[in-house]
């Protein structure tokens, strides 16, 4: 059974930091496109970061040199570490592999994080 499995949220105030974690169960994460996504309430789910299968990054624009996404094989998992949080990061983040087809099939139960201004 293919699992992921979301840690590392919690509150944090407004320029601290966090590491979010995404283990793979069943599926090899770091040889896979993972990316990590958020849902803030009452917004849509935004994409933030992802790896590729080669292990090149890439950020949306609202977090680009403020997160970094990176993964350890010996973990098989991929991280997420935040830092000079906004409170407009909060939300729900979630992770996700990319299948062969292109669309995002496996996703985490997805962690919480609240920055507090």
């Known amino acids: 059974q293919v699992q992921l499995v979301e840690s590392g949220g919690g509150l944090v105030q407004a320029g601290g930091s966090l590491r979010l974690a995404c283990e793979g169960s069943?599926?090899?994460?770091?040889?896979?496109?993972v990316a990590w996504h958020r849902q803030a309430p009452g917004k849509q789910r935004e994409w933030v970061a992802s790896?590729?299968?080669?292990?090149?990054?890439n950020y949306a624009d609202s977090v680009k040199g403020r997160f970094t996404i990176s993964r350890d094989s010996a973990k098989n998992t991929v991280y997420l570490q935040m830092n000079s949080l906004k409170p407009e990061d909060t939300g729900v983040y979630y992770c996700?592999?990319?299948?062969?087809?292109?669309?995002?099939?496996?996703w985490g139960q997805g962690t919480q994080v609240t920055v507090s201004s």
């Open positions: 996700a592999v990319r299948s062969s087809r292109g669309t995002f099939d496996t």
């Open positions: 069943g599926i090899i994460v770091s040889n896979q496109f």
């Open positions: 790896v590729t299968r080669l292990g090149s990054p």
